[in-house]
């Protein structure tokens, strides 16, 4: 049930990076323009995206009235708008922004120009946000020959090409093309770097996020140590790239159950980014969703509640009621509630998060089938079976367009199928469903990864109910 906006944000980590560096590059003398833009690049620091968007119209608009719509300026202008609306979810708003930078780009460059790989790579992040992955693909792997060409492969940037590469391998489940195109970025950073340099350190937290998704937390921890150790070094214990690795190695502790170790790197997490983000920043709003998330796993769901409320209170405020976050909030909300067979409470959060991810990110994304999954868990736990039936039959069906049979994520969803079957006492249909689950799982993660020792034991208990009929 839990959706963690730690996904949300890992997978989105590279572009608003590039955002915050981006809305610097200023051309001189200082124009209305420029000074726009610099006070836009103050508010998106603070996570303020509603008060930076207005700034960066007005400059969009006066670079295209003294420089024209072919200037490389419109073009960078463009460029800053829409990565403030890829901040905030807004998708659609984005791309046509990037599409006509990328023109721009290309006219005024030639499509064998840095600046031209760049445009490719923004295109390519929303088309991945959305969970187009076969548009997101060819996009980025022209960004990364491009880079390789004008730029050489020890450049950081052919490095970065490589982890956006692997991004889109690793949302796919694609884990064994994923790796080696992060490893070679490791190496290339170490080289060119040096292991003391805060990108080697983002290198080291991006392999193991690879392996985190694996469930391979043993080959995860030792590069998250790692990776927090260079930091603490480089940029200091009060930065906020300090307190993201924080929250990346309590993830790993909460996986594995540890939650006495988990906690306090939570809670360290949480007063850096409220020192330096503040409480009303992205940063802070996930890490309240991290701490609730150990107390739900350990049951303490009065400790938990109020912290997703929070952290749903300040996601509303700082992107609105119509980004993919307020809808994975509202699921967490609601999977609290369903944990304590509170589905009247449950529901209606699942319903609006339903309509807010389908008209944010589209009814074929990935995270629309998980809204759709939630909502038939709560169906099927009131004994509704008819009305969980199709949702789940719709499930299936957009994980297998978008991310194909081979995932982990559509084992999960031929298991929830396969466990209202079950319900209903259809073990015919049930057990060809739970064994090729099974087999999905063990292929793609192992087969000692949680998620495979717990369709393990779904498959043997039905098996063991058919013996005893």
């Keep these: 049930m839990l959706q963690k906006m730690s996904d949300w944000i890992k997978e ?12 610097g590059i200023l051309i ?3 124009t209305y323009a420029d000074s726009a833009n610099d006070l836009a690049r103050q508010y998106i620091r603070q996570g303020l995206y509603d008060k930076a968007e207005p700034l960066l119209i007005e400059a969009l608009e006066k670079n295209k009235k003294s420089l024209g719509k072919s200037h490389p300026t419109y073009a960078t202008s463009l460029r800053n708008l829409g990565l403030v609306y890829y901040a905030r979810g807004l998708y659609k708003k984005a791309e046509p922004l990037f599409k006509e930078a990328l023109e721009i780009r290309e006219k005024s460059l030639g499509k064998s120009h840095p600046e031209y790989a760049v445009s490719l790579n923004n295109l390519a992040e929303v088309y991945r946000a959305q969970g187009l992955y076969d548009k997101a693909e060819p996009l980025f792997k022209e960004a990364l020959e491009i880079r390789e060409k004008s730029l050489g492969k020890s450049h950081p940037g052919y490095a970065v090409s490589l982890n956006n590469l692997a991004e889109v391998y690793r949302a796919q489940g694609l884990y064994d093309k994923a790796e080696p195109l992060l490893i070679e970025a490791l190496e290339k950073k170490e080289k060119t770097l040096g292991k003391n340099h805060p990108n080697y350190a983002t290198s080291l937290n ?9 469930g391979l937390y043993d080959k995860a921890e030792p590069l998250l140590i790692e990776a927090l150790e260079i930091i603490a070094k480089t940029l200091g214990k009060n930065h906020p790239d300090y307190a993201n690795s924080l929250n990346n190695l309590a993830e790993i502790y909460r996986n594995k159950g540890l939650y006495k170790k988990a906690d306090p790197l939570y809670q360290e997490a949480l007063e850096i980014i409220a020192k330096t983000l503040g409480k009303n920043h992205p940063n802070y709003a996930l890490s309240l969703n991290n701490l609730a998330a150990v107390y739900y ?8 509640e109020p912290l997703y409320q929070e952290t749903l209170e300040i996601i509303k405020k700082i ?24 589905h009247d409470k449950a529901e209606p959060f699942l319903i609006e998060a339903l309509e807010i991810t389908g008209k944010s990110l589209g009814k074929a994304h990935p995270n ?34 978008s991310l194909g049979k081979s ?9 929830s199928l396969a466990a209202l079957y079950a319900d209903q006492g259809l073990y015919d249909k049930a057990e060809p469903l739970f064994k090729e689950a099974l087999e999905i799982v063990e292929k793609s993660l192992g087969k000692n990864h949680p998620q495979t020792k717990t369709l393990r034991k779904n498959l043997k208990r039905l098996q063991n109910i058919i013996k005893n009929k």
Excluded: C, F
């Design 319 to 342: 992107l609105g009621k119509n980004h993919p976050n307020y809808a994975a909030s509202l699921n967490n909300l609601a999977g609290l509630y369903m944990e304590q067979g509170l």
């Design 206 to 214: 991006n392999l193991a996020l690879i392996y985190h998704s694996q």
């Design 28 to 30: 001189a003398p200082p």
């Design 297 to 304: 796993k350990q049951g303490l769901y009065d400790k938990a």
């Design 368 to 401: 629309y089938a998980l809204s759709l999954n939630n909502l038939a868990e709560v169906y099927r736990s009131e004994g509704l079976y008819k009305k969980a039936e199709p949702l789940l039959k719709e499930t299936l069906e957009i994980k297998k367009k």
């Design 12 to 23: 989105h980590a590279v572009i608003i990076g590039v955002l915050v560096s981006v809305l």
């Design 407 to 415: 995932h982990p994520t559509y084992a999960n969803s031929l298991n």
